[in-house]
C-alpha cells in the first residue's frame, strides 16, 4: 500500500487506534492531519511523525470544527483524499445512571461529528472524484458493548447506519464509505474500562485467544482505504479475534 501523495485526516489520532492508524499513513507516504482535543497532545504527535504531519487540536463536538479542521488541512495540503473518523466518547455508565447529558455527548461525538466531518471533507473529494471515508465503529455497533454502557453501543450502530447511507450517496462521485469494527483492542482507552484480570479472562475466551493489537487495527484501515479497495463501500469490516461471529 502506498498513499505517497494522499492526505489523511484522522480524528482523536493522540493515542489508540487513531496513533497507530497516522504512524502507519505517515510509514507508507501520506500526508497526515492530526485532530486531538488539546494543542499538546496533537503537537506531540506531529514531532513523532515529522514533517508532513499537521497539528489540528480541537474538540470535534463544538461548532465549526469540522468545517475548520478540513479547511486547514486544505490550507496546508491542497487536498484531502482520506477521512478517518476514529474520535470517540467511550464510557460504561449503566443505564439507570446515565444521564441525558451524557447520552447526548456519546451521539455527538460518535455519530453527529462524522456526519459533519464527511460533508466538509465532501467538496474536496468531489471536485478530485476521489475520497475514501472510514468510520471506526465497534463490535459494539454489531451486538452489545462488553464494557460500553448503552450510549455507546446505540451511537457505534448509528454509524453503521451513517455508513451505508452515505456509501449509496457517495459512490457516484468517487467516494467510497466503510466502517471498522473492533473488538477488544489492547489501547489505553480500553485499560481504562476494565482490570488487567478481567481482560485477561475475556481475552482466554476468545477464538484467537489474546486482544487486538491497535497495529492490526490500523493495517484494515490502511487496506480499505487503499487503491485494492476500490470497489468495496457501504461495508462493515469485523477485527475481533473472533469474539463475534455474523
Not at 478517518?84 to 439507570?96: K, L
Not at 464509505?177 to 483492542?185: E, K, Q
Request: hydrophobic share 45%.
Amino acid at each position: 500500500m502506498d498513499f505517497t501523495g494522499r492526505v489523511v485526516i484522522i480524528t482523536g489520532a493522540a493515542r489508540g487506534l487513531g496513533r497507530a492508524s497516522a504512524a502507519r499513513f505517515y510509514e507508507q507516504g501520506a500526508s497526515v492531519a492530526v485532530n486531538a482535543r488539546d494543542q499538546a497532545r496533537a503537537d506531540e504527535v506531529v514531532r513523532a511523525l515529522g514533517a508532513r504531519a499537521l497539528a489540528l487540536p480541537g474538540d470535534i463536538t463544538a461548532d465549526g470544527i469540522a468545517a475548520e479542521i478540513v479547511r486547514k488541512t486544505l490550507d496546508r495540503f491542497g487536498r484531502v483524499d482520506i477521512l478517518v473518523n476514529n474520535a470517540a466518547h467511550a464510557q460504561s455508565t449503566r443505564i439507570e445512571l446515565l444521564g441525558a447529558e451524557e447520552w447526548r455527548l456519546a451521539l455527538e461525538t460518535n455519530m453527529t461529528a462524522p456526519f459533519l466531518l464527511i460533508k466538509a471533507a465532501l467538496p474536496a473529494m468531489k471536485a478530485q472524484n476521489y475520497g475514501r471515508i472510514i468510520n471506526i465503529s465497534s463490535s459494539a455497533g454489531r451486538s452489545v458493548s462488553t464494557l460500553g454502557g448503552a450510549h455507546y453501543t446505540a451511537s457505534k450502530t448509528g454509524l453503521l447506519g451513517l455508513t451505508r447511507a452515505a456509501a449509496k450517496e457517495l459512490g457516484k462521485f468517487g467516494v467510497t464509505v466503510n466502517a471498522i469494527c473492533p473488538g477488544m483492542i489492547d489501547t489505553e482507552l480500553t485499560r481504562e474500562h476494565a482490570s488487567d484480570e478481567l481482560l485477561e479472562r475475556l481475552a482466554a475466551s476468545f477464538p484467537v485467544p489474546r486482544l487486538g493489537r491497535p497495529l492490526e487495527v490500523a493495517d484494515l484501515i490502511c487496506f480499505v482505504a487503499s487503491e485494492a479497495a476500490g470497489f468495496i463501500t457501504g461495508a462493515s469490516f469485523d477485527i475481533n479475534g473472533g469474539d463475534l461471529m455474523m
